[in-house]
């Protein structure tokens, strides 16, 4: 809960407080870094998981319970609404004078909600977001693989990953490939629930994706014996 309480305080923070100033490519950056902290941070207590689509996965591939995905998720969802509140809470106090990015109040548009930006359809947000979700899941199975995976190192893996697909992706719908991360500022945002089925759906049916290639590349093969 506290995980995800920070990567939507930060990460979306990123772009409510400081996205005139860093640009895409900064509330990228945030993104990945956010959960690079976070994943040394809790991950020997939770795996730092921060995200319904990436306990979906470990569910899925019998890394988890469904007691414990159920859990999870009910978390993380608590989680990214007390994030969402606090960000609320700081565009609420800001003087006339601040420059927000990420907020359009006419359109009832707060907190870098996912929402698909002009000229992109919802097919084309649910196609990036099931594409760079699988991605982004796909790291995280081979980085934290109990026997190829990359040890130390795997946190590091996770967020340039994270922080790769934001990159590229916030110009289509704000990025999502997380659920929790479009429900807390959808609270707050009145236009963001006509696409938040996409924000949802598409980040799932990625990790499903993802397990499958997962298991499909490293399903274990017989070993021939070469005839002597």
């Given at each position: 809960?506290?995980?995800?309480?920070?990567?939507?305080?930060?990460a979306c923070?990123?772009?409510?407080?400081?996205?005139?100033s860093?640009g895409?490519l900064?509330?990228?950056?945030c993104?990945?870094?956010?959960?690079i902290?976070?994943?040394?941070?809790?991950?020997?207590?939770?795996?730092?998981?921060?995200?319904?689509?990436?306990?979906?996965?470990?569910?899925?591939?019998?890394?988890?319970?469904?007691?414990?995905?159920?859990?999870?998720?009910i978390?993380?969802?608590?989680?990214?609404?007390?994030?969402?509140?606090?960000?609320?809470?700081?565009?609420?106090?800001g003087?006339?004078?601040f420059?927000f990015g990420g907020?359009?109040?006419?359109?009832?548009n707060?907190?870098?909600?996912?929402?698909?930006?002009?000229?992109?359809?919802?097919?084309?947000?649910?196609?990036?977001?099931?594409?760079?979700?699988m991605?982004?899941?796909?790291?995280?199975?081979g980085?934290?693989?109990?026997?190829?995976?990359?040890?130390?190192f795997?946190?590091?893996?996770?967020?340039?990953?994270?922080?790769?697909?934001?990159?590229v992706?916030i110009?289509?719908?704000?990025?999502s490939?997380?659920?929790?991360?479009?429900?807390?500022p959808?609270l707050?945002?009145?236009?963001?629930?006509?696409?938040?089925?996409?924000?949802?759906?598409?980040?799932l049916?990625g990790?499903?994706?993802a397990?499958?290639?997962?298991?499909?590349?490293?399903?274990p093969t017989?070993?021939?014996?070469?005839?002597?």
């Amino acid at each position: 809960m506290f995980g995800t309480l920070f990567l939507v305080l930060m990460a979306c923070g990123s772009a409510v407080l400081a996205g005139p100033s860093i640009g895409v490519l900064g509330i990228g950056l945030c993104f990945g870094l956010i959960l690079i902290c976070l994943c040394y941070c809790i991950g020997n207590i939770s795996g730092c998981h921060v995200n319904p689509a990436v306990s979906f996965a470990m569910w899925i591939s019998g890394r988890m319970s469904a007691k414990e995905f159920g859990i999870y998720v009910i978390a993380q969802l608590l989680g990214a609404a007390v994030g969402a509140a606090f960000l609320f809470w700081f565009v609420e106090m800001g003087g006339p004078e601040f420059v927000f990015g990420g907020t359009t109040p006419s359109s009832g548009n707060y907190l870098a909600a996912n929402v698909c930006q002009p000229g992109v359809s919802q097919g084309m947000a649910l196609f990036v977001e099931i594409l760079f979700t699988m991605v982004f899941v796909l790291v995280i199975l081979g980085a934290t693989d109990p026997k190829k995976g990359a040890g130390k190192f795997s946190g590091l893996a996770i967020g340039i990953a994270l922080g790769l697909v934001n990159i590229v992706g916030i110009p289509v719908d704000n990025c999502s490939v997380n659920p929790a991360r479009s429900f807390g500022p959808a609270l707050f945002s009145s236009n963001a629930w006509p696409d938040f089925w996409v924000m949802v759906v598409g980040p799932l049916v990625g990790a499903a994706l993802a397990v499958f290639v997962y298991t499909l590349i490293f399903r274990p093969t017989p070993q021939i014996e070469a005839d002597i």
